[in-house]
């Protein structure tokens, strides 16, 4: 019952911030949209800052345990969509001064 929870927790949120970047893509003041880009690297810096953080270690079995590995793929993720996010309002922004 937990993980239910946790997954539709996690599936709102991402939902909530994709609604909220497309929001901003959408309008052409670029401070918000500039400073949410800035909040994504921060994020992503501190997923793998918590990662080597949390340490990892080797069990009598050889097994290893690594209790911070999601923060890897997670902070992967956010720069991708932080680069994304920069690469697209730079497109955009050449496309508006174009039209006008």
């Known amino acids: 019952m937990s993980s239910l929870v946790f997954f539709t927790t996690l ?25 949410g880009c800035l909040l994504l690297f921060a994020l992503s810096g501190l997923s793998f800052i918590l990662s ?17 590995f999601v923060f890897i793929p997670l902070g992967y993720l956010l720069s991708f969509i932080g680069i994304l996010a920069v690469i697209t309002r730079l497109v955009l922004e050449r496309w508006w001064a174009r039209g006008e």
């Open 11 to 35: 599936g709102v949120a991402w939902l909530l911030m994709l609604l909220s970047i497309m929001k901003l893509v959408r309008g052409k003041s670029s401070r918000g949209y500039w400073c």
């Open 52 to 68: 080597s953080l949390m340490g990892s270690t080797v069990d009598a079995q050889g097994y290893l345990h690594e209790p911070g």
